[in-house]
């Protein structure tokens, strides 16, 4: 599997209780590698797809960390360093009580500067399926590069998913733009939030039935409600979440979308896909970040 998309630095900072403007909020703060599209390759490979490839743009700061990084992880690492970039940078303010919700400050630096000349038809040579990351949609460099890609997949037969990845850069760009450049892919994985934006409709059912009538498989990630599974205009699949304690719900969409795919590309029936990754992204808020353990 090639996994396009984002590699961000992570910078979780979890604290209780709302923030206190003007003075202190004691928060306990790490930094680890991040990024929806690198975590979705990390999340693959430690669910067992054998051969997963990540291409990204990063800076010259962190290049040679997050090769590291995605090695540790069982990921091919194809970075591309951008002379003038830093690599990205995320700050996840996490509220450690029950809820464990994150909220995002993303300067996306390098990440967003992937573009066509980055691509070679080359790179789907031995793939048996492309995903891209939602947040190549939400730059021009970036948008192009998707443009190629997708030309190049069909050329070849190789199937394509695509995760939205951010309800609020979605709605920057625009649902119908997103809609467009996406346009002949095989698998959709909208969050509840996003599926709901992409659609106008406020049920998250009637969502992906609706994204179904336009995209084979609609797979919408419902947090600790679980998944639905849409296509041919219809649900045909509801799967429960798994159980957890959440400590960080950073990257549990990312989990379920690369444990998701993984069983998907082995052969695994939808159903069963997306209760592998109901189980990854249970496994993955009760983790601080949003990659997997390692064997380090």
């Known amino acids: 599997m090639l996994v396009v998309g984002d590699v961000v630095t992570d910078v979780v900072a979890r604290h209780r209780g709302p923030l206190a403007a003007g003075t202190d909020t004691v928060a306990a703060i790490r930094t680890v590698p991040g990024g929806a599209g690198a975590n979705v390759a990390c999340w ?53 009580g029950a809820s464990a919700e994150r909220t995002f400050l993303t300067d996306s630096g390098a990440s967003l500067r992937l573009c066509p000349q980055d691509w070679s038809p080359g790179l789907l040579d ?34 394509v998913s695509v995760d939205p990845a951010s309800a609020g850069f979605l709605a920057a760009v625009g649902v119908d733009r997103f809609l467009y450049l996406s346009a002949g892919v095989d698998v959709l994985l909208p969050s509840r939030d996003e599926a709901c934006l992409l659609t106008g409709l406020p049920d998250p059912a009637d969502a992906a039935a609706k994204l179904s009538r336009h995209v084979p498989l609609v797979v919408v990630k419902q947090g600790g409600t679980g998944a639905l599974l849409a296509w041919s205009g219809s649900v045909r699949a509801r799967v429960p979440a798994g159980p957890a304690t959440p400590r960080d719900t950073t990257g549990a969409g990312d989990a379920f979308t690369g444990a998701f795919l993984a069983a998907l590309l082995a052969g695994t029936a939808p159903e069963e896909a997306a209760a592998a990754g109901c189980g990854a992204g249970a496994r993955a808020v009760e983790l601080i970040g949003g990659r997997p353990p390692t064997s380090r």
């Not at 990063?58 to 540790?72: K, N, P, Q, T």
């Open 44 to 96: 693959a490979a430690f669910e067992g797809c054998g051969d997963v490839r990540l291409l990204g743009r990063v800076g010259a700061d962190a290049a040679e960390w997050h090769e590291r990084e995605l090695l540790a992880s069982g990921v091919r690492p194809l970075l591309v360093t951008d002379p003038e970039a830093p690599t990205g940078t995320v700050i996840s303010l996490v509220d450690s």
């Open 126 to 159: 031995g793939v048996g399926r492309l995903h891209l990351s939602g947040y190549l949609f939400f730059s021009e460099p970036s948008r192009a590069l998707v443009s190629v890609a997708l030309e190049s997949a069909r050329a070849r037969g190789v199937p």
